[in-house]
DNA sequence: TTGTAAGCGTTATCAA
DNA sequence: TTGATAACGCTTACAA
């Protein structure tokens, strides 16, 4: 497994200064064992069919005895092209995008491609900082999270996207709307509006004429603002009163309790139901309602999105949105491969989503 | 931001044939602009302070007006160093993982060391896999978890730790026990068997004396295994019955749900307390202990492991053991930092846990 | 089927 | 303070 330096070569003059490596085993090193030269080695490596059988024998011997492990810099840098795919996403300690970075990851690592991910923590300051460490590896697209980025990251996409670096903005998809700019980007995810008045149009179809929505906590999180104002046009649309209010920060669950006490506390009279900006937000509702004695959904019905696996566990079922957030990575990698492979240039895609009535929400 | 090809140079003979790049700006183009030389851009780059001021500010002006990104592959092929390191999670969606790899991220970024993560799915196999790919990008250190692997693995650790690579297996610590052999790399987590024992001292000190241990679904979850042989052992030797059982496969809630009906249908008799190898598992059995009308802890007391931010909303509240998630990845960056740049070897650390006890497991 | 030469974009070394 | 030159380990293009 190691690796056995060779005396100077006898005529050669001595270079001025030999920097060899770091002890790493090379191809040239796995040439030499093998009696050929390393571009044989690289060749079978590629393809083992087009060298011959008594050679690739031979280098497979080598390969075994000197335990090549290939230095991706190296080949990256001489093809000049690359296999990375490089993807923002807001985090990935909440399920909702660990699942689209595994979605992108099962895709991609079957196509061979490799996929280097940071998270921005919903900062799109970050989101431009990350995305310029990004670029360093000169990945071959890119991935990004939602349609709003700061300035820098917007040019830095475009000057990619010129020079035919497919990007893709996941977890959003504008649609054709009134108001509503182009958009600049390939997006694949679904429309935040249809579905801030689908849930609107879903509390209002069970009769609720006083309703609240409970924005995201975190300043950046735009889609969840997107929904939350859907679904206050929608529900005013439909002759509702509507409240807006924003979690704490701090443990989601705990900013859920709180703010059910909030609108508890008779501090929102009136209001007959509550839409969520998402289901941690929901649940920690659903358990402090439930403490309080305040019945679900006959005094209150509560609603969520995301559809996290505890939520349809809890008494009562939490109503909420069922997202393609696999999907949502499969379909961006696919996409991807067309357009690298391919060169099938990426198309929008709205996926679908479904509101899951459940308990939280059933009308009386 | 376009890079102006300049027409070839007067007196050099043509080259066979020039495969100039992909037309992304390099730091011969920025050295042009410049009017220096791309050495002294690189200089620049690593330090403004060593070139002369207003060769400085010339540099500073091209490096805008061009839109510069350095090309880490040939970067790090040519200093022959990386920054890079490679850390190997079982998974990401699971909180408990991915706020590990939030800690290494954490304090490997702000050291300007680049963080490439790869999930193993819990698969010893998958995990050699992609030790393999990793090992391509030639990084600097390397984080496993555990201190399971398959042979092939250990033997790529080995080499990489022959090779000065520092290697650190997290979520474990062997601690100096009898019969078990010495770490072979250095270790930061926690001993799996003292958590174990805890567990079952936790639940005989409430004067239980029949108790069973649910086991992750998970084959290759060894740690949880070997939580699980641990309570066996202390609750036998402290006079207690025990049953193991394995939790079914599946979403993990509804696992817990299903080994709790197990539980209360009298299949297994007299049990009166369950650990859990996970917080998930513990809370379907809470949930489904609920709608079963079986009280707990006064008919049942239920521990978990991992102390997930549901447990302690629900109601009863589970009594779980708090887990060093991000620390582990803190420390192992901070470890790891003092290895590379101070060359002070890791040292193995026990991280502090502590068993959180609350409603699910009071005595009467 | 195999080899030679050149080049990928950067940094290390030495010289000026 | 700046530059010339030679690597780093691999792949492309072409020749044999």
Chains 1, 2 share one sequence.
């Not at 200064?17 to 040439?31: E, I, K, N, P, S």
């Not at 060749?43 to 090549?68: E, K, M, N």
């Not at 040019?155 to 977890?171: N, S």
């Not at 649609?175 to 429309?191: D, K, L, P, Y």
Request: net charge positive.
């Amino acid at each position: 497994m190691s690796k056995s330096n060779p005396p100077p070569a006898d005529a050669a003059p001595p270079p001025r200064q030999a920097r060899r490596g770091h002890g790493r085993v090379t191809l040239q090193d796995v040439a030499e064992v093998a009696g050929v030269t390393s571009i044989t080695v690289s060749r079978y490596l590629r393809d083992p069919a087009v060298v011959a059988a008594a050679t690739a024998a031979r280098i497979r011997d080598a390969l075994a005895q000197t335990g090549y492990v290939p230095n991706k810099q190296a080949g990256l840098l001489a093809s000049g092209r690359s296999n990375i795919v490089a993807a923002l996403l807001p985090n990935l300690s909440n399920s909702i995008f660990a699942e689209t970075a595994q979605g992108l990851s099962d895709v991609l690592q079957a196509a061979g491609y490799e996929l280097l991910i940071a998270s921005t923590g919903y900062s799109l300051e970050r989101e431009e900082h990350q995305l310029r460490a990004l670029l360093g590896w000169h990945p071959a697209a890119l991935v990004v999270t939602g349609r709003r980025h700061a300035s820098g990251a917007l040019q830095l996409l475009a000057d990619a996207q010129a020079a035919a670096t497919p990007v893709i903005e996941v977890w959003d998809h504008q649609g054709s709307e009134r108001g509503q700019r182009r958009a600049r980007f390939t997006q694949i995810g679904f429309n935040h509006r249809e579905v801030g008045r689908a849930m609107a149009a879903h509390l209002l179809q069970a009769g609720h004429r006083r309703v609240a929505y409970v924005d995201s906590g975190v300043a950046e999180d735009y889609r969840a603002h997107e929904r939350g104002a859907a679904f206050a046009d929608a529900a005013r649309g439909g002759g509702a009163q509507v409240t807006v209010l924003t979690a704490p920060p701090g443990d989601v669950f705990e900013a859920g309790r709180q703010v059910l006490g909030e609108i508890a506390r008779a501090a929102k009279p009136g209001v007959t139901a509550v839409a969520f900006a998402n289901d941690h937000l929901a649940c920690g509702a659903l358990l402090e309602a439930a403490r309080r004695g305040l019945q679900v959904p006959a005094q209150l019905a509560l609603l969520g999105f995301g559809d996290f696996s505890i939520s349809r566990q809890l008494s009562p079922a939490l109503s909420s949105v069922q997202l393609p957030r696999y999907e949502i990575g499969c379909e961006t990698a696919r996409s991807l491969l067309d357009a690298l492979r391919l060169g099938k240039p990426a198309v929008s895609v709205a996926l679908p989503w479904t509101l899951a009535a459940r308990e939280s929400t059933a009308p009386a």
